[in-house]
């Protein structure tokens, strides 16, 4: 097993493990105050890069695949991103309340 894989748990089990929508519409994983963007999936398997992996080079990833998930380079190099995505809920929860009405 890889050196760099700390965790491997239980999606249903974790109540930290939410998922909100991008601007452009695209999943994002919330894993502990942490956005990750989608990048790539391959045979079921879902691959995930922070959010800041473009603007500040942070290598923390993350893979899902049904109900497991597995974080690789846990350690970021900036602090949570708790506001931005306490906005998009908000955004999200507005939008699925438009779409009801």
Same mark, same amino acid.
């Given at each position: 097993?890889?050196?760099?894989?700390?965790?491997?748990?239980n999606?249903?089990?974790k /109540?930290?493990?939410?998922?909100?929508?991008?601007?452009?519409?695209?999943?994002?994983l919330?894993?502990?105050?942490?956005? !990750?963007?989608?990048?790539?999936?391959?045979?079921?398997r879902k !691959?995930?890069?922070? +959010?800041? +992996?473009?603007?500040?080079?942070?290598h923390a990833r993350?893979?899902?695949? /049904?109900?497991?998930?597995?974080?690789?380079?846990?350690?970021? =190099?900036?602090e949570?991103?708790?506001?931005m995505?306490?906005?998009k809920?908000l955004? =999200?929860?507005q939008?699925? !309340?438009d779409?009801?009405?």
């Amino acid at each position: 097993m890889n050196g760099d894989i700390i965790t491997l748990m239980n999606i249903q089990q974790k /109540e930290n493990i939410q998922y909100v929508l991008s601007q452009k519409g695209k999943p994002q994983l919330v894993y502990n105050n942490y956005l !990750f963007n989608l990048d790539t999936v391959h045979q079921g398997r879902k !691959f995930w890069h922070c +959010y800041n +992996y473009r603007n500040n080079k942070c290598h923390a990833r993350a893979i899902t695949e /049904e109900n497991c998930i597995e974080i690789r380079h846990p350690c970021h =190099n900036h602090e949570p991103h708790t506001n931005m995505i306490e906005k998009k809920k908000l955004k =999200n929860l507005q939008a699925d !309340f438009d779409t009801c009405i």
